[in-house]
Every structure is written in C-alpha cells, then in structure tokens.
C-alpha cells in the first residue's frame, strides 16, 4: 500500500516520516504516556511511553504484511497493527535477525505471540 502523499504534513512534530511508502513513523524525541500524537487526520493517545527512535504505525497494518522503514521491509507483524500503536518486538518480527536474539527486547516490552 502506498502511503498517502499528504501524510508528511499532517504529522505530529515528534514524529518523521523517513519514507514515502513507509507504513510506519519514527519518533523524534520520547513520547510519554497519555499524550496524543496526530498521524495524517487521526489522532491517537499514546498508553504507554514510547523511547526515541521507536516506530508508531502511521496506517493500519494487518498480520503477516511487511513493515515498511527507509523504503525497504524490515520485517512482518505477527499481529493487526493500528494506526498510531507503538511497532516493536511485541508485534512484529525481523525478516533478517533470529528470533532468539530479541528475547531481552521481548522480555522487557512484552510479546504479544
């Protein structure tokens, strides 16, 4: 899916599109919990602290589809994804990197598998 043109300029400031087909956005600075972030015309309250560098879904993302970074896939969600939720190890998984070198990540941040 193609990421709709507009949506770089309907983002929140602490959040960066790093590509036009991206389905995903970067955080620029930490994002505590409870605030809301606008991606493109919705706006989503946050429940939980997001770190600097972490990727927020800029669309719905459904199971099994690429998570699109830079242009390029860096791996798949093992679940459906909504717009504006927090993209980490709890929902997708690397295409590239075994599954065993992110278990700290998982045990930190939770899995959802």
């Not at 983002?11 to 960066?16: C, E, N, T, W």
């Not at 998570?67 to 690397?94: C, F, L, Q, W």
Request: proline share 4%.
């Amino acid at each position: 899916m193609v990421a709709e043109p507009e949506l770089q300029d309907e983002l929140d400031g602490r959040v960066i599109l790093l590509g036009p087909n991206d389905n995903v956005v970067v955080v620029r600075r930490r994002i505590e919990a409870g605030s809301a972030v606008r991606i493109g015309t919705r706006e989503v309250v946050l429940p939980k602290d997001v770190p600097l560098g972490h990727k927020l879904a800029s669309r719905d993302i459904e199971i099994g589809e690429k998570i699109i970074k830079y242009g390029a896939p860096i791996g798949s969600a093992t679940t459906d994804i909504r717009a504006g939720e927090h993209v980490h190890v709890h929902n997708m998984k690397s295409d590239y990197t075994a599954t065993y070198t992110l278990d700290d990540a998982r045990a930190r941040h939770g899995d959802a598998t």
